[in-house]
């Protein structure tokens, strides 16, 4: 906590030879991983910024056409938009329709698979018996193969189907299939997305919880804390770093949501699960419009990057306390 | 220095030993309800393997097949070179997981521990990069590739995969977890900060490595659409994309897909339990006694 | 370090060598398709050209089917050199022919006094400005299959190939019985509502749907009559087709020729052992009995090829009336119409032998599926989500089309 603490504006006066060795050593140890990073993955991302100005179908560089805004005024259709007021966008529009389903399942699926995750991690944390067998069907989820997971929810989600018999002994009256209903599909999305990636969350938070110190548990104790209290004041605190990476993971994962929605669902019926990759995915390799695909890209980049950003902060301000 | 006793991270004995116990039961209640709703899928997978194809589907859902269809797991063998992908998909997801787990704990460890110009900005980019769909990008990261003769090569998936952000950012959050002051009092004792690394954070980040070796493990040999798009020839195909073979413009055998699933499963399973011990040590703080 | 760079310098003369020794083989055609593995016409076309061309060898490159767009377009992109692409979907052609990924054709065909005839037209679809882009060499229709075994068992006449719409509901009606289906819709808008395009005006991208509806009320007819499997079921299962036929208890089945091949080969699999048939497709009453609608499947050359005449005659002899016979062999439809074609379909082994099967092989009409335009594509993706719509009923039929109209009217502009 020292080390952030004392923020001094140390780059503006010259860097004394000592310091200077230091960022070179910061430096020797970001390489080996950062000059992989940049040639493969950030040139190309940049290059795709560079892509949402033209149109281009693909081919040589030189049938791209340069127009500006022009990809972002036709995902957003500004002229129909301004118009027909903003409720258009989000009701006909393709780019909102696509904005809305992923918001609404990114808001839905975060908080449940971290809470989900967390309640695993700290069940399996203690040394239950069968611990590992428990884990490891928890993970096993994850491991599988998309298609043989997804075919087989897609099934039993079926009118008829198991589920819709258990939500009816519950007196709940549904029974169509979920995926051909438009209000379900979304839901079953979201179901097979928090199934899927609890497993996986929960293994990382179980590598943090070994390294919470157990003197914070002690101390905690011997001042009378319970166990929420515990949990709440010494658990939770500890794990800061950790949900950080899992919230914004995942908050890019299910903005990123593709092959769940791919398998189950096609984006339908209708539009009702239509997600920005879905639609990304439809302008880039349907129709070959890379530069619209590309304006897609950035609009999510955007909302993601917000998001980053404002948790960024708030780590900032935790690591400051 | 910190002076940390080894007791289980749960150290704090229940007050009511028959709440305890209920607590206990209903935990275990729980944990087996979704154990099974979990496993429902894979005795799906399972059952399909070992039918017809045309059973697979038929309906209402039959868990035990009429007749065990063994022959499936042979044919698999026979149909499509399948021993060939097992060894691609190995070999990349082995080659992936080294460099990515040694360049980035190196890398996280300056982004947690090290100052230096640019820190934040480049870790944005890091973090920023991930959320780019793949799919905008796979064109000109395509040509590039290309350009460098990496186009049909397991190389190119070595790459492509090795230097993901993801691998970093997990890293440098567990690095940050442990206390700074440790690495201040190695720098008084005369440690170099790759010393500090070798040493200390390497030691202490056991179940962070552990994880990372698992995600990056799990996520290449799962991964379908980079080894889709750079491998082209049959020999250098991998499982996932060899899978496809049974899915056809016309026809499909997803009995034989299953199949094929339920194989390359195995590997994937022993990495995760073999490493499963790292997460249950209890007190990852051992060797910190002053 | 002298050492070192020795080797490095023996291992890249080792490398040049074996390239220059590569470049030597000019005699060997690369050729991009997908299921190459398992799709018999493609061993079939393999062998004769191998056969009639010494010297030459053919080699494929698999992609697989669903992938095939995504993939062949990076690899265009990318610069690949393999000769000849096939065209799996028309509107990709327009794609790529507009990237400059297709070599014009127009020199070739003039050079070589190219004869098109047996195309009876259908080339014109892979032509842009005038300008040849690629050949077909297989043309898939739609025809009804249907289940001899179950008609027989249920003392029913076979169907013929002289149906109206109406005619076909009431004999799938009257072949529902206890488990078995009277027919079988697969999901696709394609299978339901493509028939309109049978009569030779109507196309799916003149941005009018109301004629869809027809189709629409004859497809609910019947599934309210349980005399299909619910769309639902079928999507949420993703039944397969050729599972729901293969199982035996579906009567009927409007699909692609495509399909000949796979009862062929499941027959001789023994994975289904019942008769089947194929008739013509019933038609509306005011259109012609024998009229379809199906799909071309072409093969270009590469722009970027470095055999092009070898291509060219690869891609001419295909498309002919030789490459369509090996086609022809294995019960796949070539795009090229002769009567030794026509002769080479009907005795290809495991086709059935009665007398409508073969009438059946010779529509009066074909229209195409989607006709290639600078908007197909995002048509296509319109239709396909409105179609699920109407299908789940979510939508009613007049709703759903309306929503098709002023969905299209808008990328229309």
Same mark, same amino acid.
């Given at each position: 906590m020292a080390q952030t603490k004392d923020r001094k504006p140390l780059y503006k006066r010259h860097m004394t030879r000592y310091e200077r060795k230091k960022e070179l050593i910061a430096y020797s140890f970001l390489a080996p991983n950062f000059i992989g990073f940049a040639v493969f993955t950030l040139l190309p991302v940049l290059f795709s910024i560079f892509l949402s100005f033209v149109k281009w179908k693909g081919g040589d560089f030189s049938t791209m056409q340069w127009v500006g805004l022009g990809n972002y005024a036709e995902i957003f259709k500004t002229a129909k938009v301004a118009e027909k007021g903003i409720g258009y966008l989000f009701a006909k529009v393709d780019l909102g329709i696509a904005l809305k389903n992923t918001l609404f399942y990114t808001l839905v699926t975060v908080p449940m698979t971290l809470v989900c995750s967390v309640a695993l991690a700290l069940a399996l944390n203690k040394a239950v018996k069968g611990a590992v067998g428990f884990r490891t069907i928890f993970f096993f989820p994850y491991v599988a193969s998309m298609v043989a997971i997804c075919v087989c929810w897609r099934f039993m989600m079926m009118k008829d189907g198991p589920i819709n018999q258990f939500i009816m002994a519950l007196g709940i009256n549904f029974n169509k299939s979920w995926t051909a209903d438009s209000g379900m599909a979304i839901w079953s999305i979201i179901l097979v997305s928090v199934w899927r990636n609890m497993g996986y969350y929960m293994v990382i938070y179980l590598a943090a919880l070994q390294g919470v110190p157990t003197d914070l548990y002690e101390a905690a104790t011997m001042d009378g804390a319970n166990k929420w209290q515990q949990f709440a004041h010494?658990?939770?605190?500890?794990?800061?770093?950790?949900?950080?990476f899992a919230s914004t993971m995942l908050i890019i994962s299910c903005f990123k949501i593709y092959d769940v929605v791919a398998i189950m669902t096609e984006g339908g019926p209708g539009r009702s699960t239509k997600m920005l990759v879905t639609y990304i995915y439809d302008e880039a390799f349907a129709h070959f419009n890379y530069g619209i695909a590309s304006a897609i890209a950035m609009v999510l980049l955007v909302i993601v990057l917000i998001f980053t950003l404002i948790q960024f902060s708030m780590e900032d301000r935790y690591a400051n306390d | 220095m910190t002076q940390i006793t080894a007791t289980p991270a749960n150290g704090v004995r229940p007050s009511h030993p028959a709440l305890a116990i209920v607590g206990k039961t209903l935990l275990y209640i729980v944990l087996v309800a979704i154990a099974l709703v979990t496993l429902i899928p894979f005795v799906w997978m399972i059952s399909a393997s070992l039918k017809l194809d045309r059973e697979v589907f038929s309906y209402p859902i039959r868990w035990v097949p009429e007749v065990f269809h063994w022959e499936n797991y042979s044919l698999i063998w026979s149909k499509v070179p399948l021993l060939t992908y097992f060894k691609n998909t190995a070999f990349i997801a082995i080659v992936v997981t080294f460099i990515q787990t040694l360049t980035s704990s190196f890398a996280a460890y300056a982004f947690a521990k090290l100052r230096f110009r640019g820190r934040n900005v480049l870790f944005i980019c890091y973090v920023a990069t991930i959320a780019v769909p793949w799919q905008t990008y796979m064109l000109p990261q395509f040509i590039l590739m290309r350009s460098m003769g990496l186009y049909d090569t397991l190389w190119a998936i070595v790459v492509l995969q090795s230097f993901s952000a993801?691998?970093? %950012?997990?890293?440098?959050? %567990?690095?940050?977890g442990i206390p700074t002051e440790l690495c201040e009092a190695a720098r008084i004792d005369g440690l170099s900060e790759y010393g500090i690394w070798a040493r200390i954070m390497l030691p202490l980040s056991k179940a962070a490595i552990a994880t990372l070796v698992i995600f990056t493990f799990v996520g290449t040999w799962n991964d379908y659409m980079g080894p889709m798009i750079y491998l082209t020839r049959d020999v250098n195909k991998t499982v996932q994309v060899g899978l496809r073979r049974f899915i056809q413009e016309n026809s499909s055998d997803y009995h034989l897909i299953m199949a094929v699933s339920v194989c390359s499963l195995l590997p994937v399973s022993i990495v995760f339990l073999s490493l499963q011990k790292y997460f249950i040590q209890g007190i990852a703080t051992t060797g910190l006694k002053g | 370090m002298k050492k070192t760079l020795a080797l490095i310098l023996a291992v890249l003369m *080792?490398?040049?060598?074996?390239?220059?020794? *590569?470049? +030597?083989?000019?005699?060997?055609?690369?050729?991009?398709?997908w299921d190459a593995e398992t799709t018999p016409y493609l061993a079939a076309q393999k062998e004769a050209f191998e056969a009639s061309h010494p010297g030459v060898t053919i080699e494929y490159i698999d992609v697989a089917s669903q992938d095939y767009p995504v993939k062949t377009t990076t690899m265009l992109s990318g610069g690949d050199a393999s000769d000849v692409y096939m065209v799996k979907e028309l509107p990709h052609l327009l794609d790529w022919q507009a990237a400059g990924f297709a070599e014009p054709l127009n020199s070739y065909i003039e050079a070589s006094g190219y004869d098109k005839s047996g195309f009876l037209g259908m080339e014109a679809n892979y032509a842009v400005d005038g300008e040849q882009y690629a050949l077909p060499f297989r043309s898939d229709f739609w025809v009804l299959f249907y289940n001899k075994d179950l008609f027989d068992a249920a003392g029913v006449e076979y169907p013929t190939n002289d149906m109206t719409w109406e005619q076909y509901a009431d004999l799938a009606k009257q072949m529902t019985s206890d488990g078995v289906y009277g027919t079988h819709y697969h999901t696709w808008l394609s299978a339901v509502v493509n028939w309109d395009v049978c009569d030779g005006v109507n196309t799916l991208i003149d941005?009018?749907?109301?004629?869809?509806?027809?189709?629409? +009320?004859?497809?609910?007819?019947?599934?309210?009559?349980?005399?299909?499997?619910?769309?639902? +079921?079928v999507k949420a299962a993703g039944l397969h087709y050729s599972a729901a036929f293969e199982n035996g208890n579906v009567a009927m089945l409007p699909m692609g020729y495509w399909f000949v091949s796979t009862m062929i080969q499941a027959i001789k699999d023994g994975t289904c052992d019942f008769n089947w048939g194929i008739v013509s497709v019933p038609h509306? +009453?005011?259109?012609?009995?024998?009229?379809?609608f199906g799909n071309l499947t072409g093969a270009m050359i590469n722009a970027k090829s470095e055999h092009k005449d070898l291509a060219w005659e690869y891609i001419s002899w295909l498309a002919g009336e030789q490459g369509a016979l090996a086609t022809a062999s294995t019960g796949t439809r070539p795009a090229w119409v002769s009567e030794a074609v026509a002769e080479a379909m009907a005795s290809a082994e495991g086709f059935p032998t009665d007398d409508a099967s073969k009438a059946a092989l010779v529509p009066t009409y074909v229209g195409i599926e989607i006709p290639a335009s600078e908007h197909s594509s995002e048509i296509s993706t319109v239709l396909n989500e409105e179609h699920t719509l109407i299908m789940t009923r979510e939508n009613t039929i007049e709703e759903g089309i309306e929503a098709m109209n002023e969905r299209v009217a808008e990328i229309l502009g």
């Amino acid at each position: 906590m020292a080390q952030t603490k004392d923020r001094k504006p140390l780059y503006k006066r010259h860097m004394t030879r000592y310091e200077r060795k230091k960022e070179l050593i910061a430096y020797s140890f970001l390489a080996p991983n950062f000059i992989g990073f940049a040639v493969f993955t950030l040139l190309p991302v940049l290059f795709s910024i560079f892509l949402s100005f033209v149109k281009w179908k693909g081919g040589d560089f030189s049938t791209m056409q340069w127009v500006g805004l022009g990809n972002y005024a036709e995902i957003f259709k500004t002229a129909k938009v301004a118009e027909k007021g903003i409720g258009y966008l989000f009701a006909k529009v393709d780019l909102g329709i696509a904005l809305k389903n992923t918001l609404f399942y990114t808001l839905v699926t975060v908080p449940m698979t971290l809470v989900c995750s967390v309640a695993l991690a700290l069940a399996l944390n203690k040394a239950v018996k069968g611990a590992v067998g428990f884990r490891t069907i928890f993970f096993f989820p994850y491991v599988a193969s998309m298609v043989a997971i997804c075919v087989c929810w897609r099934f039993m989600m079926m009118k008829d189907g198991p589920i819709n018999q258990f939500i009816m002994a519950l007196g709940i009256n549904f029974n169509k299939s979920w995926t051909a209903d438009s209000g379900m599909a979304i839901w079953s999305i979201i179901l097979v997305s928090v199934w899927r990636n609890m497993g996986y969350y929960m293994v990382i938070y179980l590598a943090a919880l070994q390294g919470v110190p157990t003197d914070l548990y002690e101390a905690a104790t011997m001042d009378g804390a319970n166990k929420w209290q515990q949990f709440a004041h010494v658990t939770l605190p500890q794990l800061r770093p950790t949900t950080f990476f899992a919230s914004t993971m995942l908050i890019i994962s299910c903005f990123k949501i593709y092959d769940v929605v791919a398998i189950m669902t096609e984006g339908g019926p209708g539009r009702s699960t239509k997600m920005l990759v879905t639609y990304i995915y439809d302008e880039a390799f349907a129709h070959f419009n890379y530069g619209i695909a590309s304006a897609i890209a950035m609009v999510l980049l955007v909302i993601v990057l917000i998001f980053t950003l404002i948790q960024f902060s708030m780590e900032d301000r935790y690591a400051n306390d | 220095m910190t002076q940390i006793t080894a007791t289980p991270a749960n150290g704090v004995r229940p007050s009511h030993p028959a709440l305890a116990i209920v607590g206990k039961t209903l935990l275990y209640i729980v944990l087996v309800a979704i154990a099974l709703v979990t496993l429902i899928p894979f005795v799906w997978m399972i059952s399909a393997s070992l039918k017809l194809d045309r059973e697979v589907f038929s309906y209402p859902i039959r868990w035990v097949p009429e007749v065990f269809h063994w022959e499936n797991y042979s044919l698999i063998w026979s149909k499509v070179p399948l021993l060939t992908y097992f060894k691609n998909t190995a070999f990349i997801a082995i080659v992936v997981t080294f460099i990515q787990t040694l360049t980035s704990s190196f890398a996280a460890y300056a982004f947690a521990k090290l100052r230096f110009r640019g820190r934040n900005v480049l870790f944005i980019c890091y973090v920023a990069t991930i959320a780019v769909p793949w799919q905008t990008y796979m064109l000109p990261q395509f040509i590039l590739m290309r350009s460098m003769g990496l186009y049909d090569t397991l190389w190119a998936i070595v790459v492509l995969q090795s230097f993901s952000a993801f691998g970093v %950012f997990l890293m440098r959050q %567990f690095y940050q977890g442990i206390p700074t002051e440790l690495c201040e009092a190695a720098r008084i004792d005369g440690l170099s900060e790759y010393g500090i690394w070798a040493r200390i954070m390497l030691p202490l980040s056991k179940a962070a490595i552990a994880t990372l070796v698992i995600f990056t493990f799990v996520g290449t040999w799962n991964d379908y659409m980079g080894p889709m798009i750079y491998l082209t020839r049959d020999v250098n195909k991998t499982v996932q994309v060899g899978l496809r073979r049974f899915i056809q413009e016309n026809s499909s055998d997803y009995h034989l897909i299953m199949a094929v699933s339920v194989c390359s499963l195995l590997p994937v399973s022993i990495v995760f339990l073999s490493l499963q011990k790292y997460f249950i040590q209890g007190i990852a703080t051992t060797g910190l006694k002053g | 370090m002298k050492k070192t760079l020795a080797l490095i310098l023996a291992v890249l003369m *080792l490398l040049s060598v074996a390239s220059f020794a *590569l470049a +030597e083989d000019a005699q060997t055609l690369t050729i991009v398709a997908w299921d190459a593995e398992t799709t018999p016409y493609l061993a079939a076309q393999k062998e004769a050209f191998e056969a009639s061309h010494p010297g030459v060898t053919i080699e494929y490159i698999d992609v697989a089917s669903q992938d095939y767009p995504v993939k062949t377009t990076t690899m265009l992109s990318g610069g690949d050199a393999s000769d000849v692409y096939m065209v799996k979907e028309l509107p990709h052609l327009l794609d790529w022919q507009a990237a400059g990924f297709a070599e014009p054709l127009n020199s070739y065909i003039e050079a070589s006094g190219y004869d098109k005839s047996g195309f009876l037209g259908m080339e014109a679809n892979y032509a842009v400005d005038g300008e040849q882009y690629a050949l077909p060499f297989r043309s898939d229709f739609w025809v009804l299959f249907y289940n001899k075994d179950l008609f027989d068992a249920a003392g029913v006449e076979y169907p013929t190939n002289d149906m109206t719409w109406e005619q076909y509901a009431d004999l799938a009606k009257q072949m529902t019985s206890d488990g078995v289906y009277g027919t079988h819709y697969h999901t696709w808008l394609s299978a339901v509502v493509n028939w309109d395009v049978c009569d030779g005006v109507n196309t799916l991208i003149d941005g009018d749907y109301s004629d869809l509806a027809y189709f629409y +009320e004859l497809y609910q007819g019947l599934e309210d009559a349980g005399a299909c499997m619910p769309y639902d +079921e079928v999507k949420a299962a993703g039944l397969h087709y050729s599972a729901a036929f293969e199982n035996g208890n579906v009567a009927m089945l409007p699909m692609g020729y495509w399909f000949v091949s796979t009862m062929i080969q499941a027959i001789k699999d023994g994975t289904c052992d019942f008769n089947w048939g194929i008739v013509s497709v019933p038609h509306k +009453e005011d259109v012609a009995a024998g009229s379809s609608f199906g799909n071309l499947t072409g093969a270009m050359i590469n722009a970027k090829s470095e055999h092009k005449d070898l291509a060219w005659e690869y891609i001419s002899w295909l498309a002919g009336e030789q490459g369509a016979l090996a086609t022809a062999s294995t019960g796949t439809r070539p795009a090229w119409v002769s009567e030794a074609v026509a002769e080479a379909m009907a005795s290809a082994e495991g086709f059935p032998t009665d007398d409508a099967s073969k009438a059946a092989l010779v529509p009066t009409y074909v229209g195409i599926e989607i006709p290639a335009s600078e908007h197909s594509s995002e048509i296509s993706t319109v239709l396909n989500e409105e179609h699920t719509l109407i299908m789940t009923r979510e939508n009613t039929i007049e709703e759903g089309i309306e929503a098709m109209n002023e969905r299209v009217a808008e990328i229309l502009g």
